[in-house]
C-alpha cells in the first residue's frame, strides 16, 4: 500500500514563491517515479513535473524555468519549488507515486496565488 501525503500549498502575491512537498514514506512498495499534477476550476488535470527514483527530474514546458521538481536522496519525498508566481498557477496541485502495482495519488494541496 501506498499513502501520498501533499504539503505546502497557500496564498500568495504574484512573484512569490512556494514549495510543495509529496511524502511517500510510507510506501510498501518501491517508488519508480513521484510527479505533480495540477487542476484549476473547470479545466483538465495538467502534468507539471515528474521525478525518476534516481533523483532526475523534468518539466513542462509550461512551467520550465519557474518550477523545479526535486527529491530527496534515500527518502521518497518529492518537492516541487514553484517561483515567479502568476495567477493562472492558481490550482489544486496533486502528487501521483508510482510504483510496479500502479499510481496513488494524494489528496490535493491548493495554492492561490493573487494579483
Known amino acids: 500500500q501506498v499513502q501520498v501525503v501533499e504539503s505546502g500549498g497557500g496564498l500568495v502575491q504574484a512573484g512569490g514563491s512556494l514549495r510543495l512537498s509529496c511524502d511517500a514514506t510510507r510506501s510498501r512498495f518501491s517508488v519508480l517515479a513521484m510527479k505533480w499534477y495540477r487542476q484549476a476550476p473547470g479545466q483538465e488535470r495538467e502534468w507539471i513535473a515528474s521525478v525518476a527514483s534516481n533523483g532526475s527530474g523534468d518539466e513542462a514546458a509550461s512551467v520550465k524555468g519557474r518550477f523545479t521538481i526535486s527529491k530527496e536522496k534515500r527518502q521518497n519525498i518529492a518537492y516541487l519549488t514553484m517561483n515567479t508566481l502568476k495567477p493562472e498557477d492558481t490550482a489544486v496541485y496533486y502528487c501521483?507515486?508510482?510504483?510496479?502495482?500502479?499510481?496513488?495519488w494524494g489528496q490535493g494541496t491548493q495554492v492561490t496565488v493573487s494579483s
Open positions: 501521483n507515486v508510482r510504483t510496479p502495482w500502479g499510481d496513488t
